[in-house]
């Protein structure tokens, strides 16, 4: 079990150094320049003295080689050091610790949210014994997956704080400003949960210990309950480790529709400016929720079902 | 603006003015602006909030740094400067100067300092923090976008005695009086310019002006705080001297336009200058007001770099200026209160002189000319020259509808105008490289100097091109000192711009502010940044 953790950390570093490597040849080869942008007012022509130009290129090491500037960055980032802003002169680093406990709150109620949902839906899918209800349920997951975040959140604020005056359209007061965000974030997710977890549910249902399940007797909520639901959830299990980044991605999208602070507005104006060192910082930063995610969802099988091992198959004595 | 806030021009001001940047009879204060209204006469109520959505934080809300038209809102509020500009006459007026002198080159300026104005942390507003703010702007370099560039040639700055400040120029600097205006070289306490850049940008800066920053959180709100004894307003740009009338001013950061007309129509903000075209009418009335003028300073702009061949012939240029119909621009693709360019310099910027002559829309004369270059007319209406189109493209970021239109005004006389549209980013880079055929845009500035910034080969030379007599002319009205003689250099030089087709002209740029009845007097200043001063709520 250490072993593989290791192991798996071992990886995780590798996808980090990679997700840094590649972004900083993206920017590198991006046709633009960062100094020039902070320069121009806003995307105004700018008329800034060059020479002025190339004293702020020299102060964020922008005039040295290529190479030399990647491995200075790759240095100061394994100390989670990323360098300073260009727009603020703040520290990356701490421009990202400000915003994240916004974003995880609408992370996490999302989350929670889209579970709630996603198992709700799948479960009352395939309970009932009415066939009709229960195909109608089943039509509404794939409708709730097609449906864009961006879109979503739109219509909620015109109706729920627009016209009914329900919840603040806007910023980061509180519960109230929190659940239309949250909801805007959980609806898609929990429809790609909901759909593959009433497929498995169906299949599992379908299975011969089920059928010995009930033939002993045991009645309807206790076989979908516990003898079902439990085996059925690993497919979910795995989408739910997926969804923790599209809710990552979606709150690009949620933050901007909402006007909220955090990682994903941060996010856009850093790449809108060229703001390289919050640009690095946020990649690095999203690579490592991944690595973090997957590995959990891993730990988290064998504990889900007995039969899932993560030791290697024991050598025959 | 045609109906709010109106002042007499030239007020009755006692200002000893060596040198009066007025503008030229019946230009910039006319009313060519206008906007639906509130009830504008009441007396001003003291207290209360005023919310407004900008767009987007910039980071930074230090008003020697900011160049950003949202930052700018925010930081203009928080400093008063030397001198004032009167929004409808351009004039400039006292403010922490209460007089001053100009040497007859333009390169010594002398500021007489007005008693008892101090900075938010209680230290005087002597000469010796003066010399250290415009020290301070100096130093900062590039990061003071615009500071940086109205203190170009700065030699020295001397204070005699406590309330005389001496700015020496290396070169003539015509320019400096009315960058003295602006919010860039807006005064801050000493123990400010000795902030690291980032505290600046957080706000944590003691300025000198009606209010000072409460609170800022990145990319969410800034809130402003009325400064208690502020009694230094400058009486010919404001209508009132004393205290801010607001309690609070809190600025949002609404990313999402339909958000931010719905949060505006909904009573969630009360005011905001970023509403878009589509959705202005529904502020036209229905509780609403709206307030319209356009930028000073460069207008819309095709700027052709001349270091290309075929933008190098000085016939093909002038087509372009000839085959671009700006009326139609205005009527159909932008907001009927939007002003079709006619000059190089919008119709607000103080010495405009209108130049409607040169850029009537004349296709023949555009085909003549092309016809007269050797371009002929092509299999597909696109003219050919030794099995050459006559195809160059444009690099932009901007919005793409008035371009668009050129494009088939272009294609009527047989030009095709390829649209490249860019990030921001890459437009700047392709601006600052001269990597394009022709780049698009606008600088707002109140002073026509701005023109010799961008078109004099000694300066930015957007162009691309080699010294010619306009060159001159823009660097004579640099060291112009009589206001007539000013004048005189600016219109000869804006005239030569349109002949040789330097500058294309399009359209006007115009900031829109959309308001509830409940807003009074939130205004515009001569640059058309919002100012805060003079504005109030009523009780819905």
């Not at chain 1, 990886?11 to 020039?36: C, K, M, N, R």
């Not at chain 1, 980032?77 to 990202?96: C, E, N, V």
Request: hydrophobic content about 45%; some cysteine; aromatic content about 8%.
């Amino acid at each position: 079990m250490t072993r593989y953790v290791l192991r798996r950390l071992a990886q995780g570093a590798v996808v980090l150094w990679a997700a840094f490597t590649v972004t900083f040849a993206i920017l590198y080869l991006l046709p633009s320049d960062p100094v020039e942008l902070m320069a121009s007012g806003g995307g105004e022509q700018s008329v800034i003295d060059p020479a002025l130009l190339a004293e702020l290129r020299a102060e964020h090491g922008l005039d040295r080689p290529p190479l030399a500037q990647y491995l200075h960055a790759l240095g100061g980032a394994a100390r989670l050091d990323f360098g300073r802003s260009y727009q603020s002169d703040a520290p990356a680093t701490s421009l990202i610790l400000d915003v994240l406990p916004q974003t995880l709150q609408l992370t996490v109620a999302g989350l929670a949210l889209s579970v709630l949902l996603g198992v709700g839906l799948a479960v009352a899918s395939t309970y009932p014994r009415t066939r009709w209800l229960r195909h109608a349920l089943a039509a509404l997951p794939p409708l709730g997956v097609s449906l864009p975040v961006f879109w979503v959140g739109l219509m909620l604020v015109q109706v729920f704080s627009f016209q009914w005056r329900l919840f603040p359209a806007i910023g980061n007061d509180g519960l109230a400003s929190l659940v239309l965000p949250a909801v805007a974030l959980a609806l898609p997710t929990s429809a790609s949960i909901a759909q593959l977890l009433a497929r498995s549910l169906r299949q599992t249902l379908a299975e011969p210990y089920i059928e010995t399940a009930r033939a002993k007797g045991t009645g309807r909520a206790r076989v979908h309950f516990r003898h079902a639901l439990r085996n059925a959830s690993i497919p979910a299990l795995t989408v739910l480790g997926v969804s923790v980044g599209q809710l990552l991605s979606g709150a690009v999208v949620t933050e901007t529709v909402f006007s909220r602070v955090g990682l994903g507005r941060l996010t856009i104006s850093a790449v809108n400016t060229q703001d390289i060192p919050v640009v690095m910082a946020v990649v690095v930063f999203s690579a490592l929720v991944f690595v973090v995610v997957a590995l959990a969802v891993d730990l988290l099988y064998p504990l889900v079902d007995p039969r899932i091992s993560l030791r290697r198959a024991p050598v025959a004595a | 603006m045609r109906t709010l806030h109106r002042h007499a021009p030239g007020t009755a001001l006692a200002f000893t003015a060596a040198l009066a940047l007025s503008a030229c009879a019946g230009s910039a204060g006319e009313p060519a602006e206008g906007g639906s209204t509130s009830s504008a006469s009441a007396e001003p109520v003291r207290g209360g909030d005023l919310a407004f959505a900008i767009t987007v934080d910039s980071k930074c809300v230090d008003p020697q740094q900011v160049g950003n038209n949202d930052a700018i809102a925010i930081a203009r509020q928080t400093v008063a400067s030397l001198t004032a500009q009167n929004p409808e006459s351009g004039e400039i007026v006292p403010w922490l100067a209460e007089s001053w002198e100009v040497n007859d080159d333009a390169s010594q300026f002398t500021f007489h300092l007005v008693d008892g104005a101090t900075y938010a942390d209680g230290t005087p507003i002597d000469a010796a923090s003066v010399k250290t703010n415009f020290e301070a702007i100096v130093a900062l370099g590039a990061k003071a976008s615009l500071g940086s560039t109205y203190l170009v040639d700065l030699e020295s700055v001397t204070t005699p005695d406590p309330t005389t400040v001496v700015v020496d120029f290396s070169a003539p600097s015509a320019q400096f009086l009315q960058a003295t205006s602006t919010f860039s070289l807006g005064l801050l306490s000493p123990a400010s310019a000795a902030l690291s850049v980032e505290d600046r940008c957080a706000g944590k800066f003691d300025g000198s002006g009606p209010f000072v920053v409460q609170e800022y959180t990145v990319d969410q709100r800034a809130v402003l705080a009325r400064r208690d004894g502020y009694t230094w307003g400058a009486a010919g740009a404001s209508s009132h001297t004393g205290e801010a009338y607001l309690d609070t001013v809190t600025f949002t950061v609404i990313p999402e336009a339909g958000v931010r007309a719905g949060s505006l129509a909904s009573g969630q903000i009360d005011a905001t200058a970023a509403i878009g075209t589509a959705d202005l009418p529904q502020f036209d009335g229905n509780g609403f007001w709206l307030a319209y003028r356009a930028n000073p300073g460069v207008v819309f702009n095709l700027y052709p770099n001349e270091s290309r061949p075929l933008l190098a012939d000085e016939r093909v240029r002038v087509a372009v200026l000839k085959g671009i119909d700006r009326e139609e621009v205005t009527g159909t693709v932008l907001t009927p209160l939007d002003e079709p360019a006619s000059a190089a310099l919008a119709h607000t910027t103080p010495l405009y002189d209108g130049l409607d002559e040169l850029l009537a829309y004349d296709p023949e004369g555009a085909k003549e000319l092309l016809e007269e270059a050797g371009w002929v007319e092509g299999p597909d209406g696109i003219r050919v020259k030794d099995g050459q189109p006559l195809s160059t493209e444009v690099t932009f970021w901007q919005v793409k509808d008035p371009l668009e239109l050129v494009q088939q005004q272009l294609r009527q006389i047989g030009f095709d105008l390829r649209l490249h549209q860019v990030t921001i980013a890459e437009a700047t880079a392709a601006s600052a490289d001269g990597e394009y055929d022709f780049s698009y845009g606008n600088l707002t500035r109140s002073d026509p100097d701005i023109l010799r910034n961008l078109f004099s080969v000694n300066a930015r030379n957007t162009n691309k091109r080699a010294a010619e007599p306009v060159d001159q002319l823009l660097d004579a009205q640099a060291a112009a000192v009589d206001p007539a003689e000013r004048q005189r250099l600016v219109t000869e030089a804006s005239r030569l711009l349109l002949e040789k087709a330097h500058s294309i002209p399009v359209v006007e740029l115009s900031t829109t502010i959309a308001a509830a009845d409940t807003v009074h007097d939130l205004k515009f200043e001569a640059s058309t940044r919002l100012d805060f001063y003079d504005a109030w709520v009523s009780q819905p």
